[in-house]
């Protein structure tokens, strides 16, 4: 588990220390843990989430419809993943929050690593 932003951690992982270390029997198959405060993916009321991650070998992985953590160039984005209609080699990545945050479209040359999200538990203001 990683305390640190998610983009802090993501961006140098081989350097980054964990926090500790969980042992979570119903999220099996994520690699790591990482804090999110982006505000693309979650509602009004979440103040941050943790992202439960599995680094994919490959964007031959990535499925529509899932949710994914994108290092692109030196910039991390969460969001999920759709189709390009006639594009087999373009994702449009969708925020949940579409009237703030716009789709994106890449290309999968431009990913430099993907993470599959896994599960996400959402950490709610009190």
């Known amino acids: 588990f990683y305390r640190d932003r998610m983009e ?9 220390q964990p926090y500790g270390y969980f042992d979570v029997p119903y999220v ?17 009321v979440t103040v ?20 994914y953590v994108f290092k692109i160039d030196e910039s991390i984005l969460w969001r999920r993943v759709r189709c390009v209609k006639g594009s087999p080699t373009k994702w449009r990545l969708v925020a949940r929050n ?3 945050y716009p789709d994106i479209v890449i ?5 430099d690593i993907v993470w599959r999200v896994i599960s996400r538990v959402a950490i709610l203001e009190s």
């Open 28 to 44: 099996t198959g994520s690699d790591f843990i990482v804090r999110s405060f982006a505000r693309p993916m979650v509602d009004t």
């Open 107 to 111: 290309d999968n040359s431009s990913i």
């Open 8 to 16: 802090v951690v993501l961006l140098d992982l081989d350097n980054a």
């Open 98 to 100: 579409r009237e703030e």
């Open 48 to 67: 941050a989430t943790d992202l439960f991650l599995k680094r994919l070998s490959s964007t031959d992985e990535i499925v529509q419809g899932n949710e």
